[in-house]
């Protein structure tokens, strides 16, 4: 038997762009990229490829998303010649409060355990987008995923790496509270061990669920056996789920924001996600020279410093739209981005929000030889999430509360049927009111530094997809710190610190953000480019 090891890559390797005509998509996960093409190559359009490779990814990369994630999607439909926003974002269980959290000692919410999970948005979602763009029966759509969870599937390199490190988050926590975190061990661990890279993986209460959600068209987890299975554990350990706020909560269509980025529009979903955070750096940068070389300290650090401006506002500012005082138009504006632009000399500043209102994954992407594209991104949060997994169901619960605010004047303050802060954002890349195509990049607080650097590759250096994906990154990460891949000239690491950055470079790569794109020419030929970071494939028609 051949001898490796599957974690060690000695030589740099090299991707090329891809292209096709019929369809084409993208994900982090190989399995995923061919359900979504399984599903185009028997007919579907790439809305229905978007929601199978949806229901595939919780299984085949739960340490970013699982059954109870949440989820965002921009959809251009070549039919209403429009872009939609999907809104698959959950709600607080009406029973949790910002007190309550204190009660139990904590400061700020954490991220174990029930005190951050919220009713999960995706599986409503899968189901509106299914409905209205859809060709295909649900059962149609999770067959794929069905299938791969009862006969088992490989895990890959990277989503082991994660693994790893979650088996040890949650056996700590299993220590203190079995009860809560016992039935996370018995579905993601042999017997209190990780699984290794190129173990296989059978799941079958996984594949269990999928049936009850494909004979329902999701209904069940929201009105059904699923939901009262979620609510029955909640209530039996500690949590704060009752039946109401399961029937009560429905994901939503929503009007998408953009800005013109140099002859571009570049588009988001509004808040409660903080695209906006990449699009209001976008407007700064739009109002200054970069260099013709994307490789100088000049480019790094005006990029860095937009990034910087636009974050501090946006963890100020967003939150549940509903109770948001700030206005999206403000907080875009051309005034503000003057103002905060007049901010950046050549040293690092240390940032503070501004006055907008005066005067942090699964990421895919998907399209079909008829014009329609899905830019689809759906989360945890922190890799499993909160480490609560639902007994006889798979269904791991995502722990985005944990970006809720426990300060009473915040707009993001935490109240029982309030959406949080999102850090998961899709991006949809348009020219003269036609679409170029889907673009993302997953990971946490990295998702809008990845999509200002994406956009910037694209329309200032003009570089192809997978060159985009390919170009060594910046993580701003608070204060003046920056992080720096190691494919960073030293120069520029050297140059940034000497204008006054706190340069660190990272050794791993994982956490600098894996992103996907498809753009669509003139003639209709679609081409792709896939993430250099981690297990990403593109399946191709």
């Not at 059962?139 to 990277?158: Q, S």
């Not at 209190?192 to 296989?200: R, W």
């Not at 501090?312 to 981005?337: N, Q």
């Not at 999102?422 to 946490?444: R, S």
Request: net charge negative; glycine share 10%; hydrophobic share 40%.
């Amino acid at each position: 038997m051949v001898q490796f090891d599957p974690l060690k890559y000695s030589f740099a390797s090299h991707r090329n762009v891809v292209y096709a005509r019929k369809g084409m998509a993208c994900s982090t996960s190989p399995i995923a990229s061919q359900v979504g093409l399984e599903i185009l190559k028997a007919g579907g359009n790439a809305m229905d490829a978007a929601v199978a490779m949806a229901t595939t990814l919780p299984l085949v990369e739960p340490t970013g998303n699982g059954l109870g994630s949440d989820c965002f999607a921009l959809v251009w439909s070549a039919k209403d010649n429009k872009l939609f926003g999907l809104d698959g974002s959950g709600v607080a269980p009406m029973a949790l409060s910002a007190e309550k959290v204190k009660e139990a000692g904590y400061t700020s919410v954490p991220v174990n355990g029930w005190l951050p999970t919220m009713v999960p948005g995706a599986p409503s979602a899968w189901a509106l987008l299914r409905r209205r763009f859809g060709t295909k029966t649900m059962a149609e759509l999770m067959a794929p995923a069905i299938r791969y969870a009862r006969e088992g599937f490989c895990i890959p390199v990277n989503v082991y790496k994660q693994w790893k490190a979650e088996v040890a988050r949650f056996t700590a926590a299993a220590e203190k509270e079995p009860e809560v975190f016992g039935p996370w061990l018995k579905y993601f661990t042999k017997d209190g061990k990780t699984y290794e890279a190129g173990d296989t993986f059978y799941n079958p209460d996984f594949a269990a669920t999928l049936e009850s959600l494909a004979a329902s068209d999701c209904e069940s987890y929201y009105h059904g056996e699923i939901m009262k299975k979620i609510v029955e554990f909640s209530q039996k350990t500690g949590g704060f789920f009752a039946e109401s706020d399961f029937e009560n909560y429905q994901a939503q269509w929503v009007e998408p924001i953009s800005v013109n980025y140099k002859g571009y529009e570049v588009c988001e979903m509004p808040p409660n996600g903080h695209g906006i955070t990449a699009l209001m750096a976008l407007n700064m940068l739009k109002g200054m020279e970069l260099g013709d070389d994307r490789e100088n300290a000049d480019t790094y650090h005006k990029m860095i410093e937009t990034v910087k401006l636009a974050f501090v506002d946006t963890k100020k500012f967003v939150a549940d739209p509903r109770y948001m005082r700030t206005k999206v138009s403000d907080m875009l504006s051309d005034r503000y981005a003057d103002v905060r632009r007049a901010l950046i000399t050549d040293k690092a500043v240390y940032p503070e929000a501004g006055d907008p209102s005066c005067g942090g994954t699964v990421y895919f992407c998907v399209a079909d030889g008829a014009g329609n594209m899905v830019s689809f991104i759906q989360s945890n949060y922190n890799r499993f999430g909160s480490g609560i997994a639902v007994p006889g169901t798979a269904i791991t619960i995502q722990d985005r509360g944990a970006n809720f605010s426990l300060d009473p004047e915040s707009d993001n303050y935490l109240e029982g049927g309030k959406k949080a802060y999102h850090t998961i954002i899709p991006g949809f890349l348009c020219k003269d009111g036609k679409p170029v195509g889907p673009f993302g990049v997953m990971g946490g607080f990295m998702q809008p530094q990845g999509h200002v650097q994406v956009i910037v590759n694209t329309v200032d250096y003009h570089m192809n997809p997978q060159e985009c994906l390919d170009a060594p990154r910046f993580q701003w990460v608070g204060e003046k710190k920056v992080q720096l891949e190691r494919e960073v000239p030293a120069h520029i690491a050297q140059k940034l610190a000497d204008m006054g950055h706190q340069v660190e470079i990272v050794n791993s790569n994982l956490g600098m953000g894996r992103g996907e794109i498809i753009w669509r020419m003139d003639d209709g030929t679609l081409v792709g480019g896939t993430e250099p970071r981690a297990d990403g494939t593109i399946a191709a028609w």
